[in-house]
């Protein structure tokens, strides 16, 4: 949030009005000017039984409170807590009071605060997100300090329902934000009902590592879709976890390190502080006082050594990798290829930046960065492996502006051969014919319907035609595009609004409609389409690649908890995925984990390994 009171109050003004006006924001103006002219305003009257306070835009005076938490970095101000509490649960005691500037008042502070009640958007109205209940250009006055502090609430996995949200006939995708708070029933109006209030969680499981913003996720419900490894499993649109939640700290960095943590580690002791909302993570603990961080040695995962008659067919996105990375990324990289991917055949890479990464001028190829890598996995004991791909056409692919992400197979030459038909380029597709009762590729490597504007600012299929022991072997390398712009699952539309998803649908019928091609050509075709699919193996996306049975979700063949390559906001969810065609029915399938579950990560993926008899 900016850090300046008077171009944010500005904004969140005209944002606050043009709401108001759509009716986005709850409340009367003529029942918040009756509401603001009141005697004695209180909290739990500016807070309300919505989501949106009815004295929106008005001004208040002398509310009375006492001081819970100051933050003096980022979005700097501070919150108050009425300790003559209402009856009635759906209203919150505590709101926060932007200041702008480090404020002057100190936790105990019992103060008297005027100002402007504001619904703050974190992200603007676009985004989603529910609003955060303010006061604004404050005039403070301190009455006394070193007060006692309300007693925190504390949020354990009693107190908070399992069911996550109004959905259905109560809102089904509209606005809940004029919907009455039902705290004993919903776990988002459970968390909104202590907006602002001061808080506190016992001991809790991490199931969102630390971040490099100082910020990681606990949930107060350890057996919700718990896996083996500390996790919580994200398994459907209906099982958002609802114990789970972001942990920040108000001490400045410099004064005290936030702690490292990974998954299934333990944040110990009592966490306290007030209940904060922002655009990255909803509903946030902003603790006053931190618990501390008990590590349980979680390892990275090793998939066991394929048989000589087995193929391994891998999936790694390796997060923007350039020439310009540190020799240390490269060779953690090559470790992982080596170790604990025990260097499949075929890898499938996503994410190989060109010669120069980000720097935009024109560069497209990709060779230094490949030798670089292939170089690091060499001296680290695997293979030598040689790779195939296509530069695509400068900054048309996506992703970070000059680096012209793509995919890329690497193989071992030693253990499987690649069929080169030329004449692959970034706009010229590739096709299937029958040679001889075979399927075949017009061209290897080749791209896929590049033209089609489902890849408009996104990557392009890259398809190969592999050889091991005698067998074809069709790879499709994919990376669908991503969840950006996708509302969260705090969003105040239930369920949220998923725009994204329209893109990945089409893509997914591209490459569908193209294995079935194959498929014609040989029904009993060996296909694999792997990568970063960006989406959920329970998706529409997933569902519109197995269209007609043309290909299987191998992820499924998991148990359920242990179905996932990514962690966000302390979901455990897929997103990299590897899908068989019918004539590869008996395969060993894993999900490697060694990113995503860690505070240290060499990629924000995990990879996935696919091992069969062709």
């Known amino acids: 949030m900016p850090s300046s009171v008077a171009p944010r109050t500005a904004a969140v003004a005209a944002v606050v009005a043009a709401a108001l006006a759509t009716g986005l924001l709850a409340g009367s103006s003529a029942a918040s000017a009756d509401a603001a002219s009141a005697a004695a305003v209180r909290i739990h009257d500016i807070q309300g039984t919505t989501r949106v306070s009815p004295l929106a835009g008005q001004q208040v005076t002398e509310v009375p409170g006492i001081v819970t938490g100051v933050r003096t970095y980022g979005s700097r101000g501070f919150w108050l807590q009425d300790p003559e509490a209402d009856a009635n649960p759906a209203t919150s005691e505590g709101v926060f009071v932007f200041t702008g500037s480090a404020p002057t008042v100190a936790v105990g502070d019992k103060v008297l605060v005027s100002g402007t009640v504001t619904e703050y958007v974190p992200g603007g109205t676009s985004s989603g997100n529910q609003s955060l209940t303010e006061i604004t250009k404050p005039a403070v006055t301190v009455v006394s300090s070193g007060n006692e502090l309300p007693a925190p609430v504390t949020i354990s996995a009693w107190s908070v329902p399992s069911a996550y949200a109004p959905a259905g006939d109560a809102a089904a995708g509209s606005s809940i934000n004029a919907l009455p708070l039902e705290p004993r029933k919903y776990a988002l109006d459970y968390y909104e009902s202590l907006e602002g209030a001061n808080v506190r969680i016992g001991t809790s499981r991490v199931v969102g590592a630390t971040d490099p913003f100082a910020e990681l996720w606990v949930t107060v419900k350890p057996f919700e879709h718990a896996n083996r490894r500390g996790g919580t499993v994200y398994g459907s649109y209906t099982s958002q976890n609802t114990g789970r939640l972001q942990i920040q700290s108000l001490t400045p960095l410099a004064q005290q390190p936030f702690p490292k943590a990974n998954v299934g580690d333990v944040l110990a002791g009592t966490t306290e502080g007030p209940l904060d909302f922002n655009q990255f993570g909803g509903y946030t603990i902003t603790a006053r006082t931190l618990g501390t961080v008990a590590g349980l040695?979680?390892?990275?995962?090793?998939?066991?050594?394929?048989?000589?008659?087995?193929?391994?067919?891998?999936?790694?996105?390796?997060?923007?990798?350039?020439?310009?990375?540190?020799?240390?990324?490269?060779?953690?990289?090559?470790?992982?290829?080596?170790?604990?991917?025990?260097?499949?055949?075929?890898?499938?890479?996503?994410?190989?930046?060109?010669?120069?990464?980000?720097?935009?001028?024109?560069?497209?190829?990709?060779?230094?960065?490949?030798?670089?890598?292939?170089?690091?996995?060499?001296?680290?004991?695997?293979?030598?492996?040689?790779?195939?791909?296509?530069?695509?056409?400068?900054?048309?692919?996506?992703?970070?502006?000059?680096?012209?992400?793509?995919?890329?197979?690497?193989?071992?030459?030693?253990r499987v051969s690649f069929t080169d038909r030329p004449g692959g380029d970034a706009k010229t597709a590739t096709g299937v014919v029958e040679e001889k009762g075979r399927a075949a590729l017009t061209l290897s490597p080749g791209r896929i319907d590049p033209a089609n504007a489902a890849w408009g600012s996104s990557r392009k299929p890259l398809a190969g035609e592999f050889t091991f022991r005698g067998r074809t072997v069709f790879v499709i390398a994919n990376h669908f595009g991503s969840k950006g712009g996708d509302e969260g699952l705090t969003s105040h539309h239930q369920p949220p609004v998923r725009s994204s998803e329209t893109k990945r649908l089409e893509q997914a019928q591209a490459v569908n409609a193209f294995v079935k091609d194959i498929l014609k050509a040989d029904r009993r075709a060996d296909v694999l389409v792997l990568g970063d699919i960006n989406d959920f193996e329970f998706s529409a996306t997933t569902k519109a690649l197995t269209d007609g049975g043309a290909l299987y979700p191998a992820v499924k063949s998991l148990p359920r908890s242990e179905r996932y390559s990514y962690v966000y906001q302390g979901n455990s969810q897929v997103l990299d995925q590897i899908l068989t065609s019918p004539s590869i029915d008996d395969f060993a399938y894993d999900s490697v984990h060694i990113n995503a579950e860690f505070a240290d990560q060499n990629s924000d993926h995990d990879p996935q390994v696919l091992r069969f008899r062709p």
């Open 297 to 414: 040695g979680l390892e990275r995962e090793t998939t066991r050594k394929q048989s000589r008659g087995e193929l391994a067919v891998a999936t790694y996105n390796v997060e923007n990798l350039d020439p310009s990375d540190p020799q240390e990324k490269f060779d953690a990289l090559a470790a992982a290829v080596v170790n604990n991917l025990a260097s499949p055949d075929i890898l499938a890479l996503e994410e190989i930046q060109d010669d120069n990464g980000a720097k935009n001028d024109g560069t497209v190829a990709a060779g230094e960065t490949l030798k670089k890598f292939t170089a690091a996995i060499a001296a680290a004991g695997g293979p030598a492996y040689e790779w195939r791909t296509i530069d695509p056409e400068n900054n048309k692919d996506g992703g970070e502006p000059g680096g012209n992400i793509r995919q890329v197979f690497l193989f071992n030459p030693e």
